[in-house]
């Protein structure tokens, strides 16, 4: 089965730099691994995706700030973040799907993990 583990959040101040790292495990084939966040009281957003094959997606509202990075041989997944915002703050999910991807709509992915905590301080 697959299964996927964060890591890296925590509380940073804005303009900083963060790293968040998914490790995954039980991919057959060809997969699709992207980042997702959830504010509270907001819905869950699609941030970032990559697939195997190597085909990147993003969100127009990280574009440019957030970095995602695939390392195939051993599925480690990460989300360089830069010029990070208050607004940034949220749970930060992994998620992935069998197959490339096809954007980054929440509703294609269906392995999930648990979230990590990202705080951004002004």
């Known amino acids: 089965a697959v299964q996927l583990v964060e890591s890296g959040g925590g509380s940073v101040q804005a303009g900083r730099s963060l790293v968040l790292s998914c490790a995954g495990s039980g991919f057959k084939y060809n997969y699709c691994l992207g980042w997702f966040r959830q504010a509270p009281g907001s819905e869950r957003e699609g941030l970032a995706a990559?697939?195997?094959?190597?085909?990147?997606y993003y969100a127009d509202s990280v574009k440019g700030r957030f970095t995602i990075s695939l390392v195939n041989t051993n599925y480690t997944l990460s989300l360089q973040m830069s010029s990070l915002k208050v607004d940034d703050t949220a749970v930060y999910y992994c998620?992935?799907?069998?197959?490339?991807?096809?954007?980054?709509?929440?509703?294609?992915?269906?392995?999930w993990g648990q979230g990590t905590q990202v705080t951004v301080s002004s």
């Open positions: 990559v697939d195997n094959d190597g085909d990147t």
């Open positions: 998620a992935a799907h069998d197959g490339f991807c096809n954007g980054i709509s929440g509703e294609t992915f269906y392995y």
